[in-house]
């Protein structure tokens, strides 16, 4: 007797020959097929205590291994509750694969049980979407979804999966024969005049400046980056996904810009007259006012999305195409030797960071200072570790303060700024890596939006140290009510908190609530030291919990809030500077 097998046999089939080995999500009716035919394969199931959970740790999962994971999910909730992680994934170019599970055809437009349009729903926040209809449609479109999640600028694909086509039986030898053609998006070849152009726009440039973004992760051009600026004496200023891509310990590298930015980093925005920008797409957060970042500068912008060129900023020079490739070129056009060097403005840029430096080494303030908890974190984490963040205050201290020494080591939600994702984005950077010590740095609003997902810890076996900034308030919204809304508190602060040392013990996780540096030094040290996992409870006072210096959205770097006693001029005085 011929068995003929199911769709979604075929599907687990050609998952495993793609080496699929795990997949995240929650089971539900409309799903189940799906499920049940992973029961007798060798992908194993993440279990997620809720659809965000999953979906915020495939995110981080793609970003480690630059390639997707697959959520799957059920119909109507199951599938919603994707929406706010696909639009995360859309804005921070994260590869992924949402397998939703859909109500039978024959019940489609009549309102039957948790049915919705999810296909709908997703488009905007994905890079395509699927609705299979034929199951012998099912393998080719996984294929499909997958080679779209990761061909160019990578982004989340959705496959919405009605219950009847799961179940279907289909002959193999018709799936073999179905290909899903798609439309790639092919790299054009860098164009040579522009690239020519742009070079000499740096060479004759008095204050070039390199501003990283996230697309030099994607294209794997840190080396081009660092190559580039070193052969140039160019100064580098990163985004916030930029942060990620390039060693912050290397002379050259300012950090991040903007809103929450490096005081050096404004200072090289603020005085460069050429920007090479690469990889990014001149986010506000970054730039502050397009106009004043416009003025008065000469904008080279390389981009593997062609539709970036030019939607923010204006460049005098867009360049479509692969980071690596045009900055490759660029290192061999530039002269063997050059007597353009900007030493005396990169020497400049680096006093400003030794006296922000330093007046921070001198403020005391009664309890834990949030720059010194990251500081001794740092020197405790492993350098290759993998350290991920909520949203808050917390992850605008580690823009200013975390150290990033491994490229690729650094998960935050930079485009879409979503609370709770830090814990869930550690268990996917765990499960991706399971020898590499992970960080979740947290705020406790973030955190009790996703703990639920603590359960993984446990029954998976995923020891991740979590340390949550506890001010008992939304402390980034209450600094923007204090300093921008003449001090009208409201809605943001927490009255109750949970005692997080009883939730980690509910979890079967240990505690601790130092009292002291030593104190968290030791307890994180030995979590580290034990492969074990940890939740950390740092008490913050939210009274001076202010993340200075401050760009008020809008405002231009110079209009910077700095921190009360500090003062500094981001004006270059020029290059008889001597220090």
Same mark, same amino acid.
């Given at each position: 007797m011929i068995i003929v097998p199911r769709a979604v046999d075929l599907l687990v089939?050609?998952?495993?020959?793609?080496?699929?080995?795990?997949?995240?999500?929650?089971?539900?009716?409309?799903?189940?097929?799906?499920?049940?035919?992973l029961y007798n394969s060798d992908i194993k199931v993440y279990m997620f205590r809720h659809e965000?959970?999953?979906?915020?740790?495939?995110?981080?999962?793609?970003?480690?291994?630059?390639?997707?994971?697959?959520?799957?999910?059920?119909?109507?909730?199951?599938?919603?509750?994707?929406?706010?992680?696909?639009?995360?994934?859309?804005m921070d170019s994260?590869?992924?694969?949402?397998?939703t599970g859909q109500v039978p055809t024959a019940f489609f437009g009549r309102d039957a049980f948790q049915e919705t349009d999810i296909v709908g729903a997703t488009m905007p926040v994905t890079k395509h979407t699927f609705m299979v209809k034929r199951p012998e449609d099912l393998?080719?479109?996984?294929?499909?979804?997958? @080679?779209?999640?990761?061909?160019g600028r990578p982004g989340p694909v959705v496959i919405d999966l009605p219950r009847d086509v799961q179940l279907t039986d289909v002959d193999p030898a018709i799936v073999r024969g179905r290909v899903i053609r798609i439309v790639r998006k092919a790299i054009p070849e860098p164009d040579p005049s522009l690239i020519a152009y742009a070079l000499k726009l740096l060479l004759t440039a008095e204050r070039p400046v390199m501003l990283v973004g996230g697309g030099v992760c994607w294209s794997g051009a840190t080396n081009e980056v660092l190559t580039l600026a070193e052969l140039m004496g160019m100064p580098i200023?990163?985004?916030?996904?930029?942060?990620?891509?390039?060693?912050?310990?290397?002379?050259?590298?300012?950090?991040?810009?903007?809103?929450?930015?490096?005081?050096?980093?404004?200072? $090289?925005?603020?005085?460069?007259?050429?920007?090479?920008?690469?990889?990014?797409?001149?986010?506000?957060?970054?730039?502050?006012?397009?106009?004043?970042f416009r003025r008065g500068r000469k904008i080279i912008h390389i981009d593997i999305d062609r539709s970036e060129i030019g939607k923010n900023v204006k460049p005098e020079v867009g360049i479509v195409g692969d980071a690596k490739a045009v900055l490759s070129t660029m290192i061999k056009l530039v002269p063997k030797a050059l007597e353009r060097r900007h030493d005396a403005f990169i020497k400049w840029l680096r006093s400003i960071k030794e006296s922000y430096e330093e007046y921070r080494r001198r403020v005391d303030i009664n309890g834990f200072a949030p720059w010194k908890v990251l500081k001794v974190l740092r020197e405790v984490m492993?350098?290759?570790?993998?350290?991920?963040?909520?949203?808050?205050?917390?992850?605008?201290?580690? @823009?200013?303060?975390?150290?990033?020494?491994v490229p690729g080591t650094f998960i935050t939600s930079a485009g879409l700024g979503t609370m709770g994702f830090g814990l869930p984005a550690a268990l996917g950077a765990k499960i991706a890596r399971p020898g590499v010590p992970v960080l979740d740095i947290d705020g406790d609003g973030s955190f009790q939006m996703t703990m639920q997902n603590l359960a993984l810890v446990r029954e998976y076996g995923l020891p991740v140290i979590v340390t949550i900034f506890d001010n008992s308030t939304?402390?980034?919204?209450?600094?923007?009510?204090?300093?921008?809304?003449?001090?009208?508190?409201?809605?943001?602060?927490?009255?109750?908190?949970?005692?997080?040392?009883?939730?980690? @013990?509910?979890?079967?996780?240990?505690?601790?609530?130092?009292?002291?540096?030593?104190?968290?030094?030791?307890?994180?040290?030995?979590?580290?030291?034990?492969?074990? $996992?940890?939740?950390?409870?740092?008490?913050?006072?939210? @009274?001076?919990?202010?993340?200075?210096?401050?760009?008020?959205?809008?405002?231009?770097?110079?209009?910077?809030?700095?921190?009360?006693?500090?003062?500094i001029d981001l004006r270059y005085p020029g290059d008889d500077y001597g220090g």
């Open positions: 089939r050609e998952m495993e020959g793609m080496g699929v080995r795990e997949v995240f999500g929650i089971i539900g009716g409309q799903i189940m097929p799906f499920f049940d035919a965000q959970g999953a979906i915020h740790a495939a995110d981080a999962y793609g970003r480690v291994m630059k390639r997707p994971m697959t959520v799957v999910v059920t119909s109507g909730p199951g599938a919603t509750n994707l929406l706010t992680g696909l639009a995360n994934a859309m994260s590869p992924l694969i949402a397998i393998v080719p479109v996984f294929r499909a979804a997958y @080679e779209i999640s990761i061909d200023v990163t985004t916030l996904p930029g942060k990620n891509c390039v060693p912050s310990n290397h002379p050259l590298v300012m950090g991040p810009s903007g809103m929450h930015g490096r005081l050096e980093a404004d200072a $090289a925005i603020i005085n460069a007259d050429v920007i090479l920008a690469v990889g990014t797409r001149f986010s506000d957060r970054t730039v502050g006012n397009f106009n004043e492993p350098p290759y570790s993998i350290t991920t963040t909520g949203v808050g205050s917390h992850q605008m201290w580690c @823009e200013l303060h975390w150290d990033v020494y939304l402390m980034l919204v209450r600094h923007w009510q204090v300093m921008l809304y003449n001090k009208r508190i409201i809605a943001v602060d927490f009255n109750v908190n949970p005692d997080f040392m009883k939730i980690a @013990e509910a979890y079967g996780i240990e505690g601790v609530r130092p009292s002291s540096y030593d104190e968290l030094r030791s307890a994180v040290a030995r979590a580290v030291r034990n492969n074990e $996992a940890l939740i950390v409870d740092v008490t913050i006072d939210r @009274e001076r919990d202010f993340v200075l210096p401050f760009v008020p959205s809008g405002k231009w770097l110079e209009e910077v809030i700095l921190p009360e006693g500090f003062r």
